[in-house]
């Protein structure tokens, strides 16, 4: 309900209010303008009790009676049907409240469950989740594991060759030693030659002293050229230079072609002897590099062996990892399948849940549409309750008239009275003096009680009135369709007509 509907309907009730009150004023006011004349005709009638009075006639007394009756029968009657219609309406809206409030209890305890459902719904989802990645890790792990192990193998394939290539190297060292054995007797075969051609040469130089002179000048340049040799070649040791000399002065002992034989084989030899040397260098080099990788390969066996505990120590722990991790992978897909008939049967359970969601919203909507018919058929009933309202407020204000009307009468008839008495002035004491005087009083005074009655019943009206406009509010605010919030205004805006 919007503020401005509130406040159009709270003015027109307050101006309402504001004229009542006004015209309750003017009521009272007019009553004891009315009270104070007909108190003031009284005492002069008791003053001018000697004159004579011609009284009312009994017929017009039993009228006035009557109809004083016929309208407090008439008023109590409208109190009751009043009071009878406010029960009923309150009691139709304290029921349509329950049944707002359960209507709003049950949608809450659904709306609660629904939400509740979904919570636990999404925490075995998330649960599900999380153990599928779990998973996924695991299998990465192994696929590692797997990885590492292939890399052992290829270690181990790789260390056993070269252990292989660590024995075809022995092998071959082994080879190279006796080859090596081989040249040292061959190298000391030759210096044995060597030290028989010297002997053999010094007896042949004691032999022939005469050829020595002529051999000398050929045996310094044969020196000559040897030291050049010797020079271009300092690897040369003294042994040989000994036998190319030796061997020099045999050639040339002998003959000359001797001599050029034995420097063709001398050449030979050398030749030979260089290429022992560098093979011998070559074999030394060798050697001390075989030495080297051997040492190296020792070095490097002794760490691969030193990797390879390791690595079955490694090899060892990953079989024993491997076993607990398959256990555990075993216990995580016994929970996984428990958590899948779980989640089956939150499924199957949410399932249920909305079905009954549904069928409780199809249970609200029919409830809805209950409530919206009993909406209606309350405007409907409010309406006429109104009608009713305005009703006997027309029939109230028609009694008013007519009590107005019997007022102003009373009032000419005492008028009348009162210059009847001051024109004749006549003095009597009578009995029928004293009863009119007295049926006087007593009309006055049921006229006061009139009067008091009367400002009751509007009081009370305008009591009801403002109840009522309450009453219509709320029910604006709950929503139920008031096409006749128009009475309100108009019955608090109609004046009752003062004669």
Same mark, same amino acid.
């Given at each position: 309900?919007?503020?401005? %509907?509130?406040?159009?309907? @709270?003015?027109?009730?307050?101006?309402t209010?504001?004229?009542?009150?006004?015209?309750?004023?003017?009521?009272?006011?007019?009553?004891?303008?009315? !009270?104070?004349?007909?108190?003031?005709?009284?005492?002069?009638?008791?003053?001018?009790?000697?004159?004579?009075?011609?009284?009312?006639?009994?017929?017009?007394?039993?009228?006035?009676?009557?109809? %004083?009756?016929?309208?407090?029968?008439?008023?109590?009657?409208?109190?009751?049907?009043?009071?009878?219609?406010?029960?009923?309406y309150?009691?139709?809206?304290?029921?349509?409240?329950?049944?707002?409030? @359960?209507?709003?209890?049950?949608?809450?305890?659904?709306?609660?469950?629904?939400?509740?459902?979904?919570?636990?719904?999404?925490?075995?989802?998330?649960?599900?989740?999380?153990?599928?990645? !779990?998973?996924?890790?695991?299998?990465?792990?192994?696929?590692?594991?797997?990885?590492?192990?292939?890399?052992?193998?290829?270690?181990?394939?790789?260390?056993?060759s070269?252990?292989?290539?660590?024995?075809?190297?022995?092998?071959?060292?082994?080879?190279?030693?006796?080859?090596?054995?081989?040249?040292?007797?061959?190298?000391?075969?030759?210096?044995?030659?060597?030290?028989?051609?010297?002997n053999?040469?010094?007896?042949? +130089?004691?032999?022939?002293?005469?050829?020595?002179?002529k051999?000398?000048?050929? $045996?310094?340049?044969?020196?000559?050229?040897?030291?050049?040799?010797?020079?271009?070649?300092?690897?040369?040791?003294?042994?040989?230079?000994?036998?190319?000399? $030796?061997?020099n002065?045999?050639?040339?002992?002998?003959?000359?072609?001797?001599? !050029?034989?034995?420097?063709?084989?001398?050449?030979?030899?050398?030749?030979?002897?260089?290429?022992?040397?560098?093979q011998?260098?070559?074999?030394?080099?060798?050697?001390?590099?075989?030495?080297?990788?051997?040492?190296?390969?020792?070095?490097?066996?002794? @760490?691969?062996?030193?990797?390879?505990?390791?690595?079955?120590?490694?090899?060892? *722990?990953?079989? +024993?990892? &491997?076993?607990?991790?398959?256990?555990?992978?075993?216990?995580?897909?016994?929970?996984?399948?428990?958590?899948?008939?779980?989640?089956?049967?939150?499924?199957?359970? &949410?399932?249920?849940?909305?079905?009954a969601?549904?069928?409780?919203?199809?249970?609200?909507?029919?409830?809805?549409?209950?409530?919206?018919?009993d909406?209606?058929?309350?405007? +409907?009933?409010?309406?006429?309750?109104?009608?009713? $309202?305005?009703?006997?407020?027309?029939?109230?204000?028609?009694?008013?008239?007519?009590?107005?009307? +019997?007022?102003?009468?009373?009032?000419?008839?005492?008028?009348?009275?009162?210059?009847?008495?001051?024109?004749?002035?006549?003095?009597?004491? *009578? %009995?029928?003096?004293?009863?009119?005087?007295?049926k006087?009083?007593?009309?006055?005074?049921?006229?006061?009680?009139?009067?008091?009655?009367?400002?009751?019943?509007?009081?009370?009206?305008?009591?009801?009135?403002?109840?009522?406009?309450?009453?219509?509010?709320?029910?604006?605010?709950?929503?139920?369709? *008031?096409?006749?919030n128009?009475?309100?205004?108009?019955?608090?805006?109609?004046?009752?007509?003062?004669?």
């Amino acid at each position: 309900m919007d503020i401005s %509907v509130i406040a159009n309907d @709270s003015s027109p009730s307050k101006t309402t209010e504001n004229s009542d009150r006004v015209d309750n004023i003017q009521v009272v006011d007019d009553d004891e303008e009315e !009270e104070e004349s007909c108190t003031s005709d009284i005492n002069r009638l008791k003053v001018l009790g000697e004159d004579q009075l011609e009284l009312p006639s009994e017929d017009e007394q039993k009228v006035l009676g009557d109809v %004083v009756r016929q309208q407090r029968d008439e008023l109590d009657y409208y109190q009751r049907q009043l009071a009878i219609n406010e029960h009923k309406y309150l009691t139709d809206v304290s029921d349509l409240r329950s049944q707002l409030q @359960s209507s709003k209890k049950m949608y809450d305890t659904a709306k609660n469950e629904k939400e509740a459902a979904f919570m636990r719904y999404v925490l075995k989802e998330k649960e599900i989740l999380d153990l599928n990645t !779990e998973k996924k890790k695991l299998m990465d792990s192994l696929k590692e594991k797997d990885k590492q192990i292939a890399r052992l193998k290829a270690n181990c394939k790789d260390v056993a060759s070269c252990t292989a290539a660590l024995e075809t190297k022995n092998k071959e060292i082994k080879e190279y030693k006796v080859i090596i054995d081989l040249l040292k007797e061959d190298k000391s075969k030759m210096s044995k030659d060597l030290e028989f051609w010297k002997n053999k040469h010094e007896h042949e +130089s004691k032999c022939s002293l005469e050829t020595e002179s002529k051999l000398l000048h050929e $045996i310094q340049e044969l020196q000559n050229r040897l030291e050049s040799l010797t020079k271009q070649n300092e690897s040369f040791n003294e042994e040989s230079n000994l036998e190319k000399i $030796i061997l020099n002065s045999k050639i040339y002992l002998d003959s000359k072609k001797c001599s !050029e034989q034995q420097l063709e084989e001398m050449n030979k030899l050398k030749n030979v002897i260089e290429e022992l040397n560098n093979q011998l260098t070559k074999c030394t080099s060798t050697v001390n590099s075989l030495e080297n990788e051997n040492i190296d390969l020792k070095t490097y066996m002794k @760490s691969c062996e030193i990797k390879t505990n390791e690595l079955l120590m490694f090899t060892e *722990s990953l079989s +024993s990892r &491997n076993a607990s991790l398959q256990s555990e992978c075993l216990n995580l897909q016994t929970a996984l399948d428990k958590l899948q008939s779980d989640c089956d049967v939150l499924k199957q359970k &949410n399932n249920d849940l909305k079905i009954a969601f549904r069928s409780q919203e199809e249970s609200m909507a029919k409830e809805k549409e209950l409530y919206d018919c009993d909406k209606k058929e309350l405007a +409907s009933h409010l309406a006429y309750k109104m009608q009713m $309202i305005a009703d006997l407020k027309t029939t109230l204000e028609r009694t008013q008239d007519d009590l107005h009307v +019997s007022k102003r009468k009373f009032k000419t008839t005492v008028s009348e009275l009162t210059k009847e008495l001051q024109k004749k002035n006549i003095v009597d004491t *009578s %009995v029928e003096m004293k009863m009119v005087l007295d049926k006087m009083v007593k009309l006055q005074q049921e006229n006061a009680r009139i009067c008091e009655k009367l400002d009751f019943v509007e009081d009370h009206n305008k009591h009801l009135l403002c109840e009522l406009k309450k009453k219509s509010s709320i029910m604006q605010k709950h929503g139920i369709p *008031s096409s006749k919030n128009g009475l309100l205004s108009g019955l608090s805006e109609q004046k009752p007509e003062r004669y």
